[in-house]
């Protein structure tokens, strides 16, 4: 009796095995919906965090109505739902694809400066990464997008209500790219590359005289050329550096703070 029970059961499962690919598709519930409603409840999605979901509708939205306003916004609402997703490359790509599509909107400016922010954001989550490993061995190339990128949206739209901020950002990324520059020199001094070091602290003063970086690029030029015998130039630096940073506690030894690079800006 058990083994006849077990063979029903056996015949039973192959059944409903066999009738699955004969099963009707999963009914689409947005089939009927018009672009103002896909609109409507992607941004319901968004707004609760669901963002995966609210990328699904603003897809369907612009596969159905791929011209109007819907469809555009929908754009850009995919490169905001994948910059706060998590997903900042997808989010570059999404606005880059606005920018190229629609590049004299009214968002335009936005999506330049959703493209930098997530560019700025990627770079920084590097950074976080990173403070234990030689940054001799980074490419800043992220930073240096995301400053480009700001450029343009402050370049192209000055009076955008999203300038100033980019400006504030754009001079955190050149202070960070100076440092990193400094940082490179700093790692060539220690291993005896004085040379290699005092190409790195002139790129840093020469490409970002500005930032506060400089100080310590033109130490580390001081401390090389003295070492390589090399007085007359380590002079000139000396002189320039005492007189742009009278009171540089690398005079006295440099500061004592051993927080990596990145956080001190």
Not at 12 to 30: H, R
Not at 230 to 254: C, I
Request: glycine share 6%; hydrophobic share 40%; net charge neutral.
């Amino acid at each position: 009796m058990a083994r006849v029970t077990l063979r029903s059961l056996a015949v039973i499962t192959a059944l409903l095995l066999g009738g699955c690919g004969s099963m009707p598709e999963q009914i689409d519930e947005t089939a009927g919906w018009n672009a103002q409603r896909l609109y409507s409840e992607a941004k319901t999605f968004m707004n609760e965090g669901a963002y995966e979901q609210a990328i699904k509708l603003f897809e369907k939205l612009e596969a159905r109505y791929p011209y109007g306003r819907y469809a555009q916004q929908a754009q850009i609402e995919v490169a905001y739902a994948q910059y706060k997703s998590g997903e900042p490359a997808l989010a570059i790509a999404a606005a880059d694809r606005f920018i190229k599509l629609h590049p004299n909107h009214p968002n335009a400016d936005y999506a330049y400066y959703l493209k930098g922010l997530a560019t700025f954001n990627e770079d920084l989550g590097l950074l976080a990464g990173f403070s234990n490993q030689d940054l001799s061995e980074r490419d800043p190339k992220g930073a240096q997008e995301s400053f480009d990128t700001f450029g343009q949206l402050v370049k192209r739209f000055p009076d955008s209500r999203y300038a100033e901020d980019a400006g504030q950002r754009m001079q955190y990324l050149v202070n960070a790219l100076a440092a990193h520059e400094v940082h490179v020199a700093r790692y060539y001094y220690r291993r005896g590359a004085y040379v290699a070091a005092i190409n790195r602290a002139k790129t840093a003063i020469e490409t970002y005289p500005q930032a506060p970086a400089t100080e310590e690029a033109l130490f580390v030029l001081v401390k090389s050329y003295d070492t390589l015998g090399m007085t007359e130039l380590r002079d000139d630096a000396d002189r320039v550096m005492r007189k742009n940073f009278p009171n540089s506690l690398y005079f006295a030894g440099g500061p004592k703070d051993n927080r990596p690079w990145w956080q001190l800006w």
